[in-house]
């Protein structure tokens, strides 16, 4: 099996993660398609203004969002579109302290002509029942 889809995903995942440390909102809404699914773990994006509200709570909060991913597992290829979950850990940094919880989260990315758009990301952090 052909493993250059690792690369594209990492490279997705990695602008993801530039424009979020960047706090870019102009950016992070064009990664996304329209219309795109963006479900969180703090909520949900259905529509563009979900995405707007969504993303803009993401770059405007005091702490910094980060996301160690370590494993990626591929569900779907084509030429011109890309399927894969990521699982690591999601990290949340202010001047105080650094939280960390285990994170997974699916990503369905279509090529533009200059390059990835997500059409859909859900990110969850996994609870044990009580």
Do not use: C
Not at 51 to 79: C, G, H, K
Not at 99 to 111: E, Y
Request: no cysteine; glycine share 8%.
């Amino acid at each position: 099996m052909d493993e250059t889809w690792r690369a594209d995903a990492e490279q997705i995942l990695d602008e993801l993660q530039e424009k979020v440390s960047a706090r870019d909102l102009s950016a992070l809404l064009e990664f996304f398609e329209d219309p795109a699914v963006l479900v969180g773990v703090a909520g949900d994006g259905r529509t563009r203004d979900g995405r707007r509200d969504y993303l803009t709570a993401i770059t405007a909060q005091a702490a910094d969002v980060r996301w160690d991913w370590n494993e990626t597992v591929l569900f779907y290829e084509s030429d011109g579109a890309l399927g894969f979950a990521a699982f690591g850990e999601f990290v949340l940094t202010d001047e105080a302290r650094e939280l960390r919880a285990p994170m997974r989260g699916t990503f369905f990315a279509v090529r533009a002509s200059d390059g990835w758009r997500l059409r859909q990301f859900h990110g969850s952090i996994p609870q044990v029942p009580s």
